[in-house]
């Protein structure tokens, strides 16, 4: 054979060679989001050096699993206090300053950047989907956010509300918990979905994305009789909820453990990223459960709807290539940063000149490698924004600042906090021992505000919702 030839034969080989690697190598990455679920819900502390962090009653051993297969982010948010807002926000990257803070808002995602879309403007072979509950009054179908396979415009009735277990009226009208022996909170068939989609795209050589959407925790409380024996054999819970509750938390997590058990049956683990965290924190109050003892999101101040911690703080870990086992990261991350982290590990390249400027949140793959350091965040701050509950909050490494509103828009009061030394808020309050720090913290806040045109006190008093979203 000619020099000429060979050589020629050589490149096209080594070029094919490259393509094939390059298709190969594109991860496969899964978001697991539960509901309702506090950042101490968990049978191992949340970190490591809080050991009150945790419940000794629950079981969640898949979930610890995957947690320390990876890295454990002791200070992940969830972007909102409630589903919808954190669903819309991880959806397109933004925060729900931007994007919308109640379930109402007239933002369009899919006239944004989503992930689906992200991810095959990275590389086009990537196959998306979701399963279980999309989030209530979001206007766009998964579709047409970019998903190849979905269960549609679900919401909350579809994983089961009293009115749709036979309960005209709210939660407390019905009893405590309900008892389903087949499919109960949907948690098995939304498994068997993702599990079956998976399989389906490991089998074309498709590198894939999947969003594990759970109902559970969200109310009502729905459990098997089989789980719900084994809690009453177990006695009292050591929180607020009930063992009906503990009961479904045990099944989430058995299915947890069959989504891990399927990416190593399929031989897939190596080179597919999980992530895991919540829609907002754990509820205040569950019914059947007993207030007399410990607060549900215990050592935390509040609960779901609130911007104290435990209304967003919430479990958050990552396991895949390259994330080393038993890792922890302390620095703030929050579900916004999901976009253009995935972005970034399906070979995205220049995300500041391809991604949006609607997208707010920054790719998290710098700390699998160094856990301590700062993100390039401008100002390094994420934001949390609720005007129609009257607050807003600004978390700066360490330190939050919590502003509190009037029905006019104007700051009434202001409370600062260390979190550095513990997530406990009650009690800590430094706005007036460091004013000037409140001072800073509260104009980077206002400035961020101003500069996307978020929904203010008045707007919402006035009957407008997140007005010019898509100007």
């Not at 094919?16 to 298709?23: G, K, Q, R, V």
């Not at 008093?461 to 898509?470: E, L, T």
């Amino acid at each position: 054979m000619k020099p000429i030839l060979v050589c020629a034969v050589a490149l096209m080989l080594n070029l094919i060679s490259i393509t094939f690697a390059t298709a190969a190598e594109a991860p496969n990455i899964i978001l697991i989001l539960t509901d309702d679920h506090g950042w101490s819900q968990m049978s191992e502390p949340a970190d490591p050096r809080i050991p009150d962090a945790v419940s000794r009653y629950l079981e969640t051993p898949n979930m610890n699993r995957l947690a320390n297969s990876g890295m454990r982010f002791t200070s992940g948010y969830s972007p909102a206090p409630l589903c919808t807002p954190t669903r819309r926000s991880i959806l397109c990257g933004s925060a729900t300053a931007r994007c919308g803070s109640e379930f109402k808002s007239d933002w369009i995602p899919a006239d944004h950047m989503t992930i689906p879309q992200a991810l095959k403007m990275a590389n086009a072979d990537y196959r998306c989907a979701h399963f279980g509950k999309w989030g209530e009054q979001m206007i766009s179908t998964p579709e047409e956010c970019g998903y190849d396979s979905s269960d549609g415009m679900t919401g909350n009735n579809t994983g089961g509300m009293p009115r749709t277990l036979g309960v005209d009226g709210s939660h407390g009208d019905g009893p405590p918990h309900f008892i389903d022996n087949k499919d109960p909170k949907r948690t098995r068939t939304v498994t068997d979905r993702a599990i079956d989609f998976m399989q389906t795209q490991h089998e074309n050589d498709h590198p894939f994305y999947v969003q594990v959407s759970y109902y559970a925790q969200h109310l009502s409380v729905v459990c098997t009789q089989e789980m719900l024996d084994k809690y009453e054999q177990k006695g009292e819970p050591d929180r607020g909820y009930s063992m009906a509750w503990a009961a479904m938390m045990d099944d989430l997590d058995q299915n947890v453990g069959r989504l891990l058990d399927t990416l190593e049956k399929l031989d897939i683990d190596d080179n597919t990223y999980v992530f895991f965290t919540a829609d907002n924190g754990g509820r205040g109050t569950v019914p059947g459960g007993d207030e007399s003892r410990l607060p549900t999101n215990y050592p935390l101040t509040g609960a779901k709807h609130s911007l104290y911690e435990g209304g967003v703080r919430v479990p958050f870990y990552a396991s895949g290539p390259g994330i080393k086992a038993g890792s922890v990261c302390h620095i703030p991350v929050v579900g916004y940063d999901f976009l253009p982290t995935f972005y970034d590990l399906a070979g995205g390249k220049n995300p500041k000149n391809k991604l949006t400027g609607d997208v707010d949140g920054v790719s998290l793959r710098p700390l699998f490698d160094e856990p301590g350091q700062q993100l390039s965040r401008k100002d390094n701050a994420v934001y949390f924004h609720r005007p129609n509950r009257g607050f807003s909050f600004i978390r700066q490494g360490d330190d939050k600042l919590m502003v509190f509103w009037n029905r006019k828009g104007e700051v009434i009061s202001r409370e600062l906090y260390d979190l550095s030394s513990t997530p406990v808020e009650e009690g800590h309050d430094l706005a007036e021992s460091n004013p000037q720090k409140a001072d800073d913290m509260e104009k980077t806040l206002l400035s961020f505000l101003k500069s996307v045109d978020a929904e203010t006190p008045s707007d919402f008093r006035a009957g407008k919702k997140n007005r010019n979203r898509n100007k």
